[in-house]
């Protein structure tokens, strides 16, 4: 994800301090890693420094004070620009659960072990969405579907390896499945 665009698009319609884009974009993105304060901060600096954003006022609210930013006019065509174009496709091949399991391949270290924890955790987490409502609504429920999607994805990829491994090595991921499939 661009986080210069995606800032872009957190302060499109409304100026914004640093504080306010950091929660937008939880609230945006719930099921994600929350956005770091110090990032926020950095961006939005970035874009002040490359003409995108600029400082509409500076405000004191009884607490530190807070910049407040809003696009300019470069901004918003670079947010234009950037939402009319499609976006790659993923699956690079570099995602840490494709680095972990090539890694436990080549070096022998507890494959299958790794595998059917891989997968223990994938179930795990798509029960924990799918037991909690995402919010009210339907950006909400597309992030979560899309990441639902991914992990289901996960999840047959790491089928995919489990045939791939040597037999005995997947005999110990069926055991392994068996105790954590409920």
């Given amino acids: 994800m661009s986080l210069t665009e995606l800032h872009l698009a957190l302060l499109a319609g409304v100026p914004r301090h640093g504080y306010d884009l950091k ?46 930013y809003a696009l300019t006019d470069d901004g918003r065509a670079r947010l234009h620009a950037w939402l009319g174009e499609p976006a790659g496709p993923t699956g690079t091949g570099a995602e840490e659960i494709v680095r972990k399991t090539i890694a436990a391949l080549h070096t022998g270290i507890d494959v299958a072990g790794f595998v059917g924890r891989q997968r223990a955790a994938h179930l795990r987490r798509i029960r924990e969405l799918q037991e909690n409502p995402p919010g009210t609504g339907p950006a909400e429920r597309l992030v979560r579907e899309h990441l639902i999607a991914h992990l289901d994805a996960d999840l047959r990829w790491l089928e995919l390896a489990t045939a791939l491994l040597p037999a005995d090595a997947g005999e110990e991921i069926r055991t392994l499945d068996k105790g954590t499939s409920s």
Avoid: I, K, M, N
């Fill in 23 to 68: 929660h937008e974009h939880d609230h945006w993105f719930p099921d994600s890693r929350p956005l770091p304060f110090g990032q926020v901060y950095a961006t939005l600096a970035r874009l002040q420094r490359d003409g995108l954003v600029e400082v509409v006022e500076t405000r004191v609210d009884g607490g530190p004070e807070r910049t407040v």
